[in-house]
């Protein structure tokens, strides 16, 4: 599979308008749980460790999460608010789930809430890995995100189809890997990917199906200014971008610029692909974007350590 490197990719489709209430801050110090299996914790599961959050919290809890697959679906609702999971690698806290067929409750992981980061974590939907069928391929998410302002730092999402739904609200991805074969990061969030692994990885899934996509945006009006944009990304797959059952392609939005490496050509791209100018790729790829009021800022740990 080919790979590109992208030094900022901006990607906007066009497709519902949304409104986003403003999400309150969350205060400082954060109080700190424990989950471990093997009891060593307050808790042994995450599910339980999250419930015992009270509704409409207001400042910041870290949970924090021992080495160990757990085997379990997790969901905070929208009332758990300022919470902070922290697992020991991502390559050693797992949360792993085979719930498909349905996008509203197949997802491992769930976060409606505002305020939400995790770290250090891998969210996994292990229902068809392999698919030995053609077209043996259901939605089985790994995650779902539909509050506002969450972050993820250091985690993977791994999946076939459907693997994020990065829906409502503002949402930064750093560092993470995402792996899946069909429109497996979709939804209608503002959302900004930086240094983050996108793995196409059909011919991983068993598939001999020909083709898959990558994302899949639900943006439905011009006036909304959701969207992803991939910054300092590493891609496989080469192919591009195409339009998805729309007959008028102008009201599609796909910018891609600065890119480099083996899939970066982009003599084959669809003819509407959009250039940006200076102003224009600031305007997408500054943190602004979706930091306007400065929350990344005020997390509960350092990302820079």
């Known amino acids: 599979m080919q790979s590109t490197h992208l030094f900022s990719f901006i990607f906007v489709l066009s497709i519902l308008g ?3 209430c403003k999400a309150q801050d969350c205060s400082l110090p954060p109080k700190t749980i424990k989950v471990d299996q093997s009891g060593q914790g307050d808790f042994k599961t995450i599910l339980s ?3 015992s959050v009270p509704d409409k919290n207001s400042q910041w809890v870290h949970i924090q999460i021992s080495a160990g697959i757990y085997k379990e679906t997790v969901q905070i609702s929208r009332d758990k608010t300022c919470i902070f999971l922290e697992g020991a690698g991502l390559n050693n806290t797992s949360i792993e789930w085979d719930n498909h067929e349905n996008t509203d409750e197949s997802a491992t992981f769930t976060s409606s809430a505002d305020n939400f980061v995790a770290k250090d974590i891998t969210f996994k939907n292990t229902f068809s890995r392999p698919v030995l069928n053609s077209y043996n391929i259901t939605p089985a998410l790994a995650a779902a995100v ?3 302002k969450a972050a993820f730092y250091q985690c993977a ?3 076939v189809q459907d693997t994020l739904l990065d829906d ?3 949402h930064y991805f750093h560092k993470c890997h995402i ?3 069909f429109d497996f990061i979709y939804g209608r969030g503002q959302s900004i990917y930086e240094k983050t692994v996108i793995e196409y990885s059909l011919g991983k899934s068993g598939s ?6 990558i994302t899949a945006h639900a943006r439905e009006s011009p006036d909304d200014t959701s969207g992803y944009v991939f910054k300092n990304c590493t891609v496989t797959g080469k192919e591009g971008w195409n339009a998805w059952n729309v007959d008028d392609v102008g009201n599609l939005f796909y910018a891609e610029e600065g890119c480099r490496g083996a899939g970066a050509d ?3 791209r669809v003819p509407w692909l959009k250039h940006l100018n200076a102003d224009e790729l600031k305007e997408f790829s500054n943190i602004s974007y979706i930091d306007k009021e400065g929350w990344l800022a005020k997390l509960p740990f350092d990302p820079t350590i």
């Open 179 to 181: 792996q899946g074969a």
């Open 208 to 213: 001999t199906r020909d083709g898959g996509s």
């Open 49 to 51: 460790a999250i419930d």
């Open 157 to 159: 999402f791994l999946g």
């Open 168 to 170: 409502d609200g503002h």
């Open 266 to 268: 982009k003599s084959k």
């Open 146 to 148: 539909r509050g506002d």
């Open 18 to 20: 949304s409104s986003v």
